[in-house]
């Protein structure tokens, strides 16, 4: 075996390596990462079953049901266009309210029922998460508190 074809296969080799070990990361980080969705995307579009993802919008007025356990929650998330049923097992935040922006961390089940493992609310009267605004936004429903916020 000469130099050159010896080294030619040193290099396939280090070429192959690499691309393993980079379809492995990508393949490990497709699983970790979890994407936000509005209920409009949702409803247009559901994610499969059992894929974590991200669901952001306004809680619906009027939907919020605490149940008799005291810790199970069911609620409504929208984008003002469409909503989603959500079901929450824990302590809610403090801040959360009907009408206020929040952010909810979960799956899809196959009934359409949005079960979240985490909710996230908002911080102060100013403050929207910027994937609920942009989904807003999006839907045409965006009424900012106030102008210079654009």
Do not use: C
């Not at 409803?43 to 005291?70: C, F, T, Y």
């Not at 959360?96 to 089940?109: I, N």
Request: aromatic residues 8%; negative net charge.
């Amino acid at each position: 075996m000469t130099r050159k074809r010896r080294r030619i296969y040193i290099i396939l080799a280090g070429v192959l390596l690499f691309g393993s070990a980079a379809a492995l990361v990508l393949t490990a980080f497709e699983d970790a990462v979890i994407y936000f969705h509005s209920p409009s995307d949702v409803i247009a579009k559901p994610p499969p079953p059992g894929r974590g993802i991200r669901l952001g919008g306004l809680v619906e007025e009027e939907s919020v049901q605490r149940q008799d356990d005291g810790l199970t929650v069911t609620f409504r998330i929208t984008d003002l266009s469409e909503s989603v049923p959500v079901t929450y097992r824990g302590i809610l935040p403090d801040l959360f309210r009907e009408g206020q922006g929040v952010v909810t961390e979960g799956t899809l089940g196959n009934d359409g029922i949005f079960t979240a493992r985490e909710v996230l609310a908002k911080h102060d009267e100013n403050y929207m998460p910027r994937e609920v605004a942009d989904a807003l936004k999006k839907s045409g429903q965006w009424k900012p508190a106030d102008e210079n916020d654009q």
